[in-house]
């Protein structure tokens, strides 16, 4: 193919399918295909196969990628016991965790986050329950006491939030349709997601899997990423009004503070860009910063 595209920065597995949490911002929260929760809204819970996990580091390891990897996708991976394991057998490999998580298993378990520390490059957790400004001060120090070694950043949905397809707040939030003639942000074309059962997803709304990319339990990661059919969708999408050519993205109002060029962020256009875009909730921006 003429347009070859870059290589993936960060390869996410996804060894379980679960999370304690039902937030309103999440893709999880209208989900009854199956996939997260089943048609009466019970939670899915399933596991990769561990040889699997090792598999996949593996082959990424004699690749030569060295770069980031997490181990969720639209779950909670600290539930699952086996986490450390794999945490620990990619960082021996040289490859560097950067995990999100909402902290819920690690506020309980200090010997965990002694286990960890270090072994994680960057945790971002996500403060879900402050209620003014102190508060929420008080959850930072408390996080950063935890962790000596680990950069620690946090992730706070109630101040801004990207308005993902599926969940409550898509349906709740007024957007701008100037976005949807925007290209998609190159962030989040370039990343590996590989869902619980194996099955590859384009970016972080594809949770369904639609484009039907292929499976990494039959397909190596190069055959997937550099097929035919992944680096025509890749380059279709960097172009302006290119959304409307696929379902999903005709409706996804994901985009970035960031000017993107083909391959490279060069600019961040700031909070009042995002603002002005109604990306970001004003008031409750001020509520809770200073
Ligand atoms: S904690 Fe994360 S994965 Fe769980 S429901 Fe909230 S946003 Fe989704
Ligand atoms: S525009 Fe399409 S590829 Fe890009 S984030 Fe949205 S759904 Fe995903």
């Known amino acids: 193919m003429k347009n070859k595209i870059p290589q993936w920065n960060r390869v996410e597995i996804e060894i ?19 996939i997260r929760k089943d048609e009466n809204g019970k939670p899915v819970k399933k596991k990769m196969p561990s040889e699997k996990v090792y598999a996949i580091i593996d082959w990424l390891f004699d690749y030569g990628y060295k770069g980031i990897i997490r181990f969720h996708r639209l779950s909670e991976p600290l539930i699952d016991k086996r986490y450390k394991d794999f945490a620990k ?40 329950n402050y209620k003014n400004y102190k508060q929420k001060q008080e959850q930072i120090k408390f996080w950063n006491k935890r962790f000596n070694k680990t950069k620690i950043k946090f992730s706070l949905p109630l101040e801004y939030t990207n308005i993902r397809q599926n969940s409550k707040i898509y349906n709740k939030q007024k957007k701008n349709d100037q976005i949807l003639a925007e290209p998609c942000p190159q962030n989040r074309l370039k ?33 997937i990423w550099y097929s035919n059919k992944h680096t025509e969708i890749f380059n279709k999408l960097l172009k302006p009004n290119s959304r ?27 909070l009042l860009y995002l603002w002005r875009r109604n990306l970001i909730n004003v008031k409750i921006l001020n509520k809770y910063s200073q």
């Open 16 to 34: 379980q399918s679960f999370c304690n949490r039902k937030c309103s911002f999440c893709p999880r929260y209208y989900d009854r295909t199956g």
């Open 191 to 223: 990343v590996f997601l590989i869902r619980y059962d194996g099955e590859v997803s384009l970016c972080c709304q594809d949770d369904g899997c639609e484009f039907k990319l292929g499976n990494v339990f039959t397909n190596s990661i190069s055959d």
């Open 244 to 270: 409307k050519k696929y379902k999903l993205c005709s409706s996804c109002y994901i985009t970035s503070s960031y000017k993107s060029t083909r391959y490279g962020r060069i600019k961040n256009r700031g």
């Open 89 to 128: 057998y990619a960082f021996s490999k040289g490859m560097k965790i950067k995990e999100h998580t909402n902290g819920d298993i690690l506020r309980k378990n200090k010997e965990l986050c002694e286990e960890l520390d270090g072994c994680i490059d960057t945790l971002t957790i996500g403060l879900y």
